[in-house]
C-alpha cells in the first residue's frame, strides 16, 4: 500500500469518500484509516470540506441529472401498474420480468448518483483551486501594498531629514570600481542622525552588500549596511568622523572595512 503522503496527494481519499476507488484498494485504505490517526484526521477534514462546498456553494446540479433521475422514477411507477396481462405473464416466467426492471432501475439511479458525485467533485476540486489562486493573489497584493508603504515612509522620512536647516548634504560620487555610481548621505549633527540614499548605486552580486564606515582618527567604524532594496537606509551616526566611506562587502557585511573595495567616500 502506498505511503500516507502518496495517499493524500494522489487523491484516493476523495475517491473513497466518493465510492470511486477500485475494490481492491478498499480494504487496504481503511486499514490504514484504523490503523494511522493522521491519515483518518486528513480523511476527516476531507469529508468535512466537501459537505462544506456542497452547501454553502450551493451550485445548482446540472438539467440533465434531474430529468434523468425523474425518468427513472416514471420508470419505476410504470412497473407499479403493470397490466393484469403483464402481471399474468410475469408471475408465469417467475417474478423475473419485474426483477428484471427493478434491476435495471437500480443501476440507473445508481448510474445517477454517481454522475451527480463525480460532478459535485469536481465542482469541489474546482473551489479547491480557485481559493488557491485568490489566496496566492492576495498574498501578492498585500506585498505590493507593504512596499507601497515603506517607500512612502522613506520618502516621508527624506522630506523631514532635508527640510530640517540642521541637517547637512554630502554627495559621495563613484571611482574608477563604480564610475557611474552616486549616493548622497545627509548628517544631521544637533539630532545624531545618518541617513543615506543610494539608488544610483550599482546593482551588486547577490553575495556581495554595500557597507558605510567612518573615519575617526585613521580607523573605519561601521555605519551598517546598505540595503539597496529601500530608498533610504537610516545608518548609525558616529561622532568626530572626518570622512563618509562605501566598499563593496560579502553580503552580511564585514567587521573591518575591505579598503580595497572602497568605491566611494567624502570628507566631513
Same mark, same amino acid.
Given at each position: 500500500?502506498?505511503?500516507?503522503?502518496?495517499?493524500?496527494?494522489?487523491?484516493?481519499?476523495?475517491?473513497?469518500?466518493?465510492?470511486?476507488?477500485?475494490? +481492491? !484498494?478498499?480494504?487496504? $485504505? @481503511?486499514?490504514? /484509516?484504523?490503523?494511522?490517526?493522521? =491519515? *483518518?484526521?486528513?480523511?476527516?477534514?476531507?469529508?468535512?470540506?466537501?459537505?462544506?462546498?456542497?452547501?454553502?456553494?450551493?451550485?445548482?446540479?446540472?438539467?440533465?441529472?434531474?430529468?434523468?433521475?425523474?425518468?427513472?422514477?416514471?420508470?419505476?411507477?410504470?412497473?407499479?401498474?403493470?397490466?393484469?396481462?403483464?402481471?399474468?405473464?410475469?408471475?408465469?416466467?417467475?417474478?423475473?420480468?419485474?426483477?428484471?426492471?427493478?434491476?435495471?432501475?437500480?443501476?440507473?439511479?445508481?448510474?445517477?448518483?454517481?454522475?451527480?458525485?463525480?460532478?459535485?467533485?469536481?465542482?469541489?476540486?474546482?473551489?479547491?483551486?480557485?481559493?488557491?489562486?485568490?489566496?496566492?493573489?492576495?498574498?501578492?497584493?498585500? +506585498? !505590493?501594498?507593504?512596499? $507601497? @508603504?515603506?517607500? /512612502?515612509?522613506?520618502?516621508?522620512? =527624506? *522630506?523631514?531629514?532635508?527640510?530640517?536647516?540642521?541637517?547637512?548634504?554630502?554627495?559621495?560620487?563613484?571611482?574608477?570600481?563604480?564610475?557611474?555610481?552616486?549616493?548622497?548621505?545627509?548628517?544631521?549633527?544637533?539630532?545624531?542622525?545618518?541617513?543615506?540614499?543610494?539608488?544610483?548605486?550599482?546593482?551588486?552580486?547577490?553575495?556581495?552588500?554595500?557597507?558605510?564606515?567612518?573615519?575617526?582618527?585613521?580607523?573605519?567604524?561601521?555605519?551598517?549596511?546598505?540595503?539597496?532594496?529601500?530608498?533610504?537606509?537610516?545608518?548609525?551616526?558616529?561622532?568626530?568622523?572626518?570622512?563618509?566611506?562605501?566598499?563593496?562587502?560579502?553580503?552580511?557585511?564585514?567587521?573591518?572595512?575591505?579598503?580595497?573595495?572602497?568605491?566611494?567616500?567624502?570628507?566631513?
Amino acid at each position: 500500500m502506498k505511503d500516507r503522503k502518496t495517499i493524500i496527494e494522489s487523491g484516493m481519499l476523495e475517491m473513497y469518500l466518493l465510492g470511486l476507488l477500485p475494490d +481492491e !484498494q478498499v480494504t487496504a $485504505l @481503511e486499514k490504514m /484509516l484504523a490503523e494511522d490517526a493522521v =491519515l *483518518a484526521k486528513k480523511y476527516a477534514e476531507i469529508e468535512q470540506d466537501f459537505e462544506n462546498v456542497s452547501l454553502e456553494n450551493a451550485i445548482q446540479p446540472p438539467n440533465f441529472i434531474k430529468e434523468d433521475l425523474f425518468a427513472a422514477i416514471q420508470e419505476e411507477a410504470n412497473v407499479k401498474t403493470l397490466p393484469k396481462e403483464e402481471k399474468l405473464a410475469d408471475e408465469q416466467n417467475g417474478g423475473k420480468t419485474v426483477s428484471f426492471l427493478w434491476i435495471g432501475i437500480a443501476a440507473g439511479i445508481a448510474a445517477m448518483f454517481m454522475i451527480s458525485a463525480l460532478w459535485m467533485f469536481n465542482q469541489w476540486n474546482a473551489t479547491q483551486n480557485d481559493l488557491q489562486i485568490t489566496q496566492q493573489e492576495l498574498q501578492t497584493i498585500k +506585498e !505590493q501594498i507593504a512596499n $507601497l @508603504e515603506g517607500n /512612502l515612509k522613506d520618502a516621508e522620512l =527624506l *522630506a523631514e531629514v532635508v527640510k530640517d536647516p540642521n541637517t547637512l548634504q554630502y554627495s559621495l560620487k563613484g571611482n574608477d570600481k563604480i564610475p557611474n555610481g552616486f549616493a548622497t548621505a545627509y548628517i544631521n549633527h544637533q539630532d545624531k542622525s545618518a541617513i543615506v540614499n543610494a539608488q544610483k548605486l550599482p546593482a551588486l552580486p547577490a553575495d556581495k552588500t554595500y557597507q558605510m564606515w567612518a573615519d575617526v582618527d585613521g580607523e573605519m567604524i561601521n555605519m551598517g549596511i546598505i540595503d539597496k532594496s529601500k530608498d533610504v537606509v537610516v545608518l548609525n551616526y558616529i561622532d568626530k568622523a572626518t570622512s563618509l566611506n562605501i566598499t563593496i562587502e560579502p553580503a552580511g557585511g564585514s567587521d573591518h572595512a575591505t579598503v580595497s573595495q572602497l568605491v566611494t567616500n567624502v570628507y566631513l
